[in-house]
């Protein structure tokens, strides 16, 4: 096991979801961009080389471009022996609630860091991130674009030494019960929206899985926002009090869009702020 001197062990389990489409530009650029992020994980494990660091990856769509064995070799090519890899599994399709409920029920898991005991010395962070721009889209050339300029640094902020270490207790920072502070923050990404939603744009973050483990599982959330949506969602005509209530939402900014409501894959990307 990894400790620095006589100081409590840090795991990161690196969520990672995996797409490759069916044509032959679909599988050279998923190779490219996993390629592309598996480097920058393996920077980042090196840079923290006192953490125990495990990359946790799901593939989607075609069986033979990821293959598990390509990807351990990138691991061990990039991870200077810093990076464990293993495969969670393959899904011929599915999309990103596969892997963020696998990641949802490994949080749940692990001890509670505030049931601390001799034993039970170590905090465990997880990364989420997915191989953004890899599903890949006809026409829509300012899109693709787009996503190939964003995705290095969406991959890169979670996994650094700020993100990484705002998860964990303040050193040398008391509390007025005599205890060590809490940390600054329960998640960490490139950016943060408070509205439509408090989100992680990009839905790349870090996060203590002592915040992850307080969510609801992700199929859960998805339907209770559905829920919500039929309720509150601008539609035809509508009984006075539905009409008020629907004029309030459209008056803090949202509009009658999915991804306002979180609906269907949207819920995806707002499950992350959904804690109060």
């Not at 999309?95 to 963020?100: D, G, V």
């Not at 991959?155 to 964990?168: E, G, K, V």
């Not at 939402?249 to 819920?267: E, F």
């Amino acid at each position: 096991e990894k400790k620095k001197g006589g100081e409590p062990q840090v795991t990161v389990n690196v969520f990672y979801h995996t797409y490759a489409g069916p044509t032959e530009a679909h599988q050279n650029l998923s190779r490219l961009i996993v390629d592309k992020q598996v480097r920058y994980l393996g920077k980042a494990a090196q840079a923290k080389s006192d953490y125990l660091w495990i990359l946790r990856y799901t593939s989607v769509g075609n069986a033979t471009v990821l293959d598990p064995e390509w990807v351990k070799g990138l691991c061990k090519k990039y991870g200077n022996n810093t990076l464990d890899c293993r495969h969670l599994g393959h899904l011929a399709d599915g999309h990103e609630e596969y892997t963020l409920q696998k990641m949802h029920e490994h949080c749940g898991s692990v001890p509670d860091p505030k049931m601390r005991t001799p034993d039970n010395q170590t905090h465990h962070l997880i990364v989420y991130i997915h191989s953004k721009g890899s599903f890949l889209r006809a026409n829509m050339d300012f899109l693709q674009n787009a996503n190939e300029k964003w995705m290095p640094s969406l991959t890169r902020a979670p996994m650094t030494s700020a993100c990484l270490d705002s998860l964990l207790p303040r050193k040398g920072s008391i509390n007025a019960n005599g205890h060590t502070a809490d940390s600054i923050c329960n998640v960490c990404g490139l950016q943060v929206y408070p509205l439509w939603a408090i989100f992680v744009p990009g839905n790349m973050y870090a996060a203590h899985c002592s915040y992850i483990s307080k969510l609801l599982p992700i199929q859960d959330y998805t339907e209770q926002m559905q829920q919500l949506a039929r309720q509150v969602r601008p539609k035809g005509r509508r009984l006075p009090r539905e009409r008020d209530i629907s004029e309030f939402w459209s008056h803090v900014g949202y509009t009658n869009r999915d991804d306002h409501y979180a609906v269907g894959r949207y819920s995806n990307e707002h499950w992350i702020g959904s804690h109060p």
